[in-house]
C-alpha cells in the first residue's frame, strides 16, 4: 500500500518536473526581459514584474558561482494574477499553500503575484527559491531527494535563517518529526505539516553544509547528474548513505534543540492553564469534603438525640 503510494507520489513529482505549463492559450501576456531572464506578466502588474526581475536577475550570478553551473536557457517566469489562473496554468496539481512552481524539464517559473498572495518581499524570495530548483535540476537531474531539494532552494535563495526552530524542537518532543524520506510526498501535506517538513529539509541542509563545505555539496549533486542514486552519492561524497546522515543530523538535533523547548511560551501557557484546572479542582474536592464532614457529624449528633 505504502510503496503503491510513494510510487503515484514519485510519479506526480516527476510529472511536475517535467511539465510544460499550460501557458500559450492564457490570453495577452506583457513581457520584461534581462539578458538572463524573462518575466510574464498581467496588465497593471508591471512594477511587480520588474522587481521580480531584477532579484532573479541578481541571483542568477550567485547560483552560478555555488553550484558552478548555468542554465544553457533562459528561465521564463510567469506572474499569475489569481488562484484559479495559477490552478489552470499549472494543472491543478498543486496544493494551495503552494506559492510558486518550477519546471526545469520547460525552464517555465509560475508565481501567484503579491496582488492575490504574500507580500512582493515573498513572492521575490519565491521566484528565486523556483529558479534555484531549476539550478538544482541543471546540475543533479530529477533524482534529487525532495528534503535535499527544498532544504538547499531555501537555504540558497536566503530563506529559513532566522526562522523559529521551535516546531523542530516540539516535534521531536512529541516523536512526530517528519522522516527525511517521507518529505518526497510534502505536495499532499497539510499546510502545517508541510512547514515543519520545509524547516527539517533547511535544518538538515544547513547542517550538511555547515559541516562538510559546498564543495562537498557540489560533489554530491555532480554524482546525482551523473545517475547515482541518492544513496551512492551519499556515499561517494560522506562515506555514510542517507539514513547515516539522517542519524548524525538527528543526534545533532538532539544536542542543540533538545531544551528549546523550555523558551516554548504555548508551553507555559498551557501548563499554567493545567495547573489552575488542578488547583480548582483540589479547591472543589476539599470544599465538598467539608461539606460531607458536615453532614456527618449533624447525622451523628441528630442520630445522638435518639
Ligand atoms: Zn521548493
Do not use: C
Not at 510513494?6 to 501576456?29: D, E, K, M, N, P
Not at 505536495?187 to 520545509?198: F, G, I, P, S, W
Not at 538532539?254 to 523550555?262: A, G, T
Request: hydrophobic share 40%.
Amino acid at each position: 500500500m505504502i510503496a503503491i503510494d510513494r510510487i503515484i507520489r514519485l510519479g506526480l513529482i516527476l510529472i511536475l518536473a517535467l511539465y510544460t505549463f499550460q501557458v500559450t492559450a492564457q490570453g495577452t501576456w506583457q513581457v520584461k526581459s534581462t539578458s538572463s531572464a524573462k518575466i510574464h506578466y498581467r496588465r497593471g502588474e508591471a512594477e511587480n514584474a520588474a522587481k521580480i526581475l531584477s532579484a532573479v536577475d541578481e541571483h542568477l550570478t550567485k547560483l552560478t558561482e555555488k553550484l558552478a553551473v548555468s542554465l544553457p536557457y533562459t528561465p521564463q517566469l510567469y506572474l499569475t494574477t489569481s488562484q484559479e489562473e495559477f490552478d489552470r496554468i499549472t494543472g491543478g496539481f498543486l496544493p494551495q499553500w503552494s506559492q510558486g512552481v518550477s519546471s526545469a524539464m520547460s525552464g517555465q517559473i509560475v508565481l501567484k503575484s503579491p496582488s492575490f498572495s504574500k507580500n512582493i518581499a515573498t513572492v521575490k524570495q519565491t521566484a528565486v527559491h523556483e529558479l534555484t530548483h531549476l539550478f538544482i535540476a541543471q546540475k543533479a537531474g530529477h533524482g534529487v531527494p525532495r528534503w535535499l531539494n527544498e532544504g538547499l532552494a531555501q537555504l540558497l535563495a536566503g530563506q529559513g535563517q532566522g526562522e523559529p526552530l521551535l516546531p523542530i524542537s516540539r516535534a521531536m518532543w512529541a516523536g512526530k518529526l517528519i522522516p527525511l524520506s517521507d518529505i518526497d510526498f510534502v505536495d499532499r501535506m497539510t499546510h502545517k505539516d508541510a512547514e515543519l517538513a520545509y524547516l527539517q529539509s533547511f535544518n538538515a541542509v544547513e547542517f550538511l553544509v555547515q559541516d562538510y563545505g559546498w564543495e562537498a555539496m557540489r560533489d554530491l549533486l555532480s554524482a546525482l547528474g551523473q545517475n547515482s542514486t541518492p544513496d551512492e552519492a551519499f556515499s561517494q561524497v560522506y562515506l555514510f548513505d542517507q539514513a547515516g546522515f539522517e542519524s548524525i543530523w538527528l543526534q545533532h538535533l538532539q544536542k542543540s534543540h533538545r531544551w528549546m523547548i523550555l523558551l516554548d511560551t504555548q508551553l507555559y501557557i498551557f501548563s499554567g492553564a493545567t495547573i489552575l484546572v488542578l488547583l480548582s479542582g483540589i479547591a472543589i474536592l476539599r470544599k465538598r469534603r467539608k461539606i460531607y464532614k458536615k453532614w456527618e457529624s449533624e447525622e451523628n449528633s441528630y442520630t445522638g438525640t435518639i
